[in-house]
């Protein structure tokens, strides 16, 4: 698979870049004595471990589905990501205590142009590579490769830190070392807290995106002329660019069986087609084909029941003149705090209008825009 092809060759760039690295600094750093310098080094072993899981989580999330899961191992690749960045934030705590422990027992350090020239030249080297990194995390859509390519920006702003810490020793004799290594430390820390809150996010299952949805809505869905209307969108994802999810259409009641099952076949197609999303149910909403009455009492009705500040829409509309019913959905905020008692006020009010119609009203959610 090319994706995979891609991440891993990046991250093997990111292993052998972040090592060299590595030894350069660590060795400036013992012999200069300087503690920023040799955590800037940990710092970059611990970029080059996160590439080696970024590898393994790739390998792992390329496996093929099987019966224990049908779906894949995609989310594999979120789990590598919540790895490193528990690494960052380990490698960050470390830091901070080292630091504090330099300014209760400071050491002067040792400053050679060698080492400042380093230094130096990691800066620009950090700079490269993070922003390469995080553009091919971003084209292939790898969470993990976006975090370490984040990360290396941000271990270049950490050694322009000591860059400049060891240029105000050299002319001041003022060691800013042990209280920059606690600054770098808080920043690390944020860096890593952040990572591992927006990986957790995903894991947990995040709203998706208003775009992909409005596209399969209007530009497939709707596009089929007894299609009134496309609702329920719910897409799950089980790794990067893999969804699975099921919607609804609104058709009319008089539609034969034949070409319902037809719409519902070309829809599937069409999206996989064109959004590589997997849908597994086409549900469906029948709307009256007689609109005289039923048009104007979904009218009145909608007007009524959208005035409620938590209600975003009703849909799935239909008057069953038989049993003197009303059936729709009603699709609520997550901002409401009791959608079943906000049902109850609708059900009520309505009865008021229409005494003489039974309402029966699904609650659904913003799944989607």
Do not use: W
């Not at 042990?178 to 709203?207: F, H, P, W």
């Amino acid at each position: 698979m090319e994706r995979n092809k891609k991440i891993i060759r990046t991250s093997i760039i990111g292993i052998l870049t972040n090592c060299f690295l590595a030894g350069f600094k660590a060795a400036v750093g013992i012999i200069s004595g300087s503690i920023a310098i040799v955590l800037d080094a940990v710092n970059n072993l611990s970029d080059a471990l996160s590439s080696v899981i970024t590898i393994i989580g790739t390998k792992l999330a390329g496996k093929s589905a099987d019966k224990k899961h049908p779906f894949g191992y995609g989310r594999v690749e979120y789990l590598s990501a919540a790895i490193i960045s528990v690494i960052v934030l380990y490698a960050g705590i470390t830091s901070f205590v080292e630091s504090v422990k330099k300014i209760i027992h400071p050491e002067t350090p040792n400053y050679g142009i060698a080492s400042l020239v380093i230094v130096g030249v990691a800066v620009f080297v950090k700079i490269i590579l993070g922003t390469y990194v995080k553009k091919v995390g971003v084209e292939v859509n790898s969470d993990s490769l976006v975090a370490s390519g984040e990360d290396a920006k941000l271990d270049s702003v950490i050694s322009a830190s000591t860059l400049l810490a060891a240029i105000i020793f050299i002319f001041t004799g003022l060691s800013l070392e042990a209280y920059l290594g606690v600054l770098i430390s808080l920043v690390i820390i944020k860096a890593g807290l952040e990572m591992l809150r927006d990986t957790l996010s995903q894991i947990l299952g995040e709203r998706m995106d208003a775009e992909l949805t409005q596209n399969i809505k209007k530009s497939v869905v709707e596009a089929f002329p007894e299609v009134y209307g496309a609702y329920d969108l719910i897409l799950h994802n089980y790794g990067p660019d893999r969804y699975v999810g099921s919607i609804h259409i609104e058709v009319p009641d008089d539609i034969t069986i034949k070409r319902l099952d037809q719409i519902q076949r070309e829809i599937t197609y069409l999206i996989y087609e064109k959004y590589n999303v997997a849908i597994e149910a086409v549900g469906v909403y029948s709307k009256n084909s007689d609109a005289t009455l039923a048009g104007k009492l979904r009218t009145e009705i909608a007007n009524i029941v959208t005035k409620y500040e938590h209600v975003k829409q009703i849909h799935g509309f239909y008057l069953d003149e038989v049993r003197d019913r009303i059936v729709f959905d009603m699709v609520v905020s997550f901002d409401e705090s009791d959608r079943v008692a906000l049902r109850e006020k609708v059900i009520a009010e309505l009865k008021e209008v229409y005494p003489q119609y039974d309402f029966s009203i699904a609650l659904d959610r913003d799944f989607s825009d």
